[in-house]
């Protein structure tokens, strides 16, 4: 089963986010694969960013994965999919914990 995380952020920059989302799955013994970054320009001249990272355990089974898009408007939104049946409830847990901690101040609430 999938456990998933979706977080909408201002203010930070998604190649930023990238960097700080490996550092934290790292910090649980969780492999980050290297990051995919896609830019997509838009009609009003301005670009999208599109960043995509597969996690694997350490004996490299794929467990995740996460998906950033950072829009011009300054929003940077997340989707974090990691498998209940590969980590365990703590290091999903403490991960999320990590996560409230460090960008809890960019999370827009709704």
Known sequence: MTVQIKKTYRGINPEMLCDEIRGLVQKQG???GEARLQTY??????????VTMV???EDQKECGSVHIVGSPAG??????????NLLSKEKISALQEDLDFILGSYEVKW
């Open 41 to 50: 320009p838009l009609p009003s001249g301005a670009t999208q960013s599109r």
């Open 30 to 32: 969780i492999v980050a």
């Open 55 to 57: 996690f694997k355990t």
């Open 75 to 84: 929003e940077t939104k997340i989707m974090l999919d990691l498998d209940e």
